[in-house]
């Protein structure tokens, strides 16, 4: 009788359990999920870790009464809070559980510990070791190729391992800050001033009620938080500021501000002018036209851009997986589905509760092969969605004017017309000093002397021209001065150094805009060639019509051209920058571009009547009376 009633018992066990398993999938299955593994976690998440089966093993909640709302991954009542936080929870005794523990549980020199251990995020946590955001390999390699430390600006370096070159004690003192794996050693909100904390750096989200208590706590350390900020994928811009708005300046760039020399707000016009916590001083320049539609950093960039993808690479670009032309596409598309996205794309798309997605036709990188979860194709149109919010995008097709350059310009990347203006830094001077005090960024302490740098000569203009290689193909982009750095360490120990160098680095400036250039701009433009600023002034001498130079910036006493160059009128070098595969417009590109250029002195075409002009065989129509001159 007792074995009948048992098996009774554990047959109406069985099948409740499997009434609430068929439950849970059919209202997963219903809202058209494709994946069984977040079945899983949130049917464990739901009915076995439970919070009574937690709160028996760690005593952490009886002191901290948390009150935020986490997502079930994150739930203290779910995972515990020493599955972050470490420490020894099952004490109740304050010095005993504290000991252990870490109020930072992101950095990178713990995480294997914490959120990238075995069950969390291992996959993600292997990956941003060799990610560029934590390496800034590309930043050591092109500072130990100005110091004539590497033959060229290439190499697989980590900044965590760099020793006490001269480079080396320039990247200590002046670059190494900006770098994930930098250990952030207090508490705190994400500002334009916070540097490294590895996972923390991005997803460590405080509202209100969160910074609030933060503030209660640094001011009484014995105050116990209810609110603990939320770990999400709610990455916003700021978590990309601190570093960004330094060296090519992108995150600045892409909101419209441009450095200055000032020391303060001038007091007209002040309403043009912005400060920034660090005191630096900006004036109002056009905004990107992806942020004047609402868009942030990581609506564009993808998580394996930003945390890496587990292949070490040895500069940004190799690492950046979109481009223009997947959202506005010159020809064909490529779409993929639901199926052919990646387990982690996929997990997003359940996290961020985008089921309406699931069937959607996703726009694929035709030079990646990868697929955008955010990028759609739906009625013959291409459409972003934001991911931070419930914003959609209309993505346009590139204008007929676009597609016409493109007969007279294969050769011009759809950056080279739309980068609005870039920021120019011309007279950089960087001198070590002994006897002075520096900070190492790396051991976090003050050093008796070390590198101390002075910059300035800010501008904003168009871009410089030049050629980007890559293999037999040869695109046109645009450039910014790299380093016009005198380096002054005639006192550095061992080893004195003293040069100067004129590198112009490739860039993506942030700063899109619709409007393009006039024909004029960018063909009878000294500054956009190569030569800096100023004018040029058609002659004749000896019967010949002569084109010359009149520079606007003063010559440098170290290599006799304008202070804002990057390669001399005549005669014409190539121009080094800060990649083996890239340089200056070479000689008979100039030649084709400046015999353009030139005629517009006289006609005042429009760009639609000039495309047409120029795609036919326009010398057969030049009269005598046009100017060609020598060049």
Wanted: charged share 20%; aromatic share 10%.
């Amino acid at each position: 009788m007792k074995k009948r009633r048992f098996l009774l018992l554990l047959f109406i066990l069985l099948f409740l359990v499997s009434i609430l398993i068929f439950l849970e999938l059919f209202t997963i299955f219903s809202e058209k999920s494709k994946n069984i593994e977040n079945f899983i976690i949130s049917f464990v998440d739901k009915y076995l870790m439970t919070s009574s089966s937690y709160q028996n093993q760690e005593n952490c909640l009886n002191c901290h009464q948390i009150e935020t709302e986490f997502i079930p991954f994150h739930n203290p009542k779910v995972i515990g809070c020493s599955s972050c936080h470490l420490g020894n929870p099952k004490s109740d005794i304050k010095d005993i559980a504290h000991n252990g523990i870490t109020s930072t549980p992101g950095n990178l020199s713990i995480v294997n510990k914490t959120c990238g251990k075995i069950g969390c995020h291992s996959e993600i946590a292997g990956r941003i070791n060799k990610s560029l955001m934590n390496t800034m390999a590309g930043v050591i390699s092109v500072d130990k190729f100005v110091f004539d430390e590497i033959q060229y600006p290439e190499g697989l370096f980590d900044i965590k391992q760099i020793k006490n070159s001269a480079a080396e004690i320039h990247l200590r003192n002046l670059c190494a800050s900006c770098h994930l794996g930098k250990d952030k050693t207090e508490i705190s909100t994400i500002t334009t001033l916070s540097r490294g904390g590895g996972c923390s750096a991005c997803h460590l989200h405080y509202d209100s009620l969160a910074s609030i208590e933060l503030e209660k706590y640094k001011q009484k350390r014995d105050f116990i938080p209810k609110y603990h900020p939320e770990i999400s994928l709610k990455v916003t811009s700021n978590a990309c500021f601190g570093c960004h708005s330094r060296s090519g300046r992108i995150s600045t760039n892409f909101i419209g501000l441009m450095e200055t020399n000032l020391e303060e707000i001038p007091k007209t016009n002040s309403q043009n002018f912005v400060q920034l916590e660090d005191g630096r001083i900006f004036v109002r320049e056009q905004p990107d036209v992806h942020y004047q539609k609402g868009m942030e950093c990581i609506d564009c960039h993808t998580a394996k851009e930003i945390m890496g993808d587990g292949v070490s690479y040895q500069h940004k670009e190799q690492q950046i997986q979109i481009s223009c032309v997947d959202c506005h596409p010159k020809d064909s598309i490529s779409i993929s589905n639901f199926e052919k996205l990646d387990p982690e794309s996929k997990k997003i798309l359940f996290l961020r509760k985008w089921n309406h997605l699931y069937n959607s036709n996703f726009i694929a990188s035709k030079e990646k092969h990868l697929n955008f979860y955010n990028i759609i194709f739906r009625n013959d149109s291409i459409f972003v969605f934001q991911k931070n919010g419930n914003k959609l995008w209309f993505s346009p097709k590139p204008s007929k004017i676009c597609y016409e350059q493109q007969k007279l310009h294969p050769s011009l990347e759809c950056k080279t017309c739309h980068t609005r203006w870039i920021p120019r830094c011309i007279s950089c001077h960087t001198t070590y000093n002994p006897e002075i005090p520096a900070w190492d960024n790396l051991l976090d302490r003050e050093t008796k002397g070390g590198w101390h740098e002075i910059g300035g000569n800010f501008s904003a203009t168009l871009p410089t021209l030049g050629n980007v290689q890559n293999g037999k193909e040869k695109k046109v982009s645009t450039f910014i001065p790299g380093m016009i750095l005198l380096i002054d360490g005639k006192q550095f120990p061992n080893k004195p150094i003293l040069k100067h160098s004129r590198l112009f680095a490739p860039t993506f400036s942030h700063t899109i805009s619709k409007q393009t250039p006039s024909c004029k701009e960018c063909h009878f433009n000294p500054l956009a060639l190569g030569f800096g600023s100023g004018k040029f002034i058609l002659t004749k001498e000896s019967g010949k019509k002569l084109l010359k130079f009149i520079p606007s910036s003063a010559t440098s006493s170290y290599d006799k051209l304008p202070e804002d160059a990057w390669i001399g009128f005549q005669p014409t070098r190539r121009g080094q920058s800060t990649r083996r595969y890239a340089y200056s417009l070479l000689p008979q590109q100039i030649k084709r571009i400046i015999e353009v250029g030139v005629c517009f002195e006289c006609h005042n075409w429009n760009m639609e009547n000039a495309l047409n002009l120029f795609t036919k065989n326009y010398k057969k129509k030049i009269s005598s009376k046009c100017i060609i001159p020598e060049y």
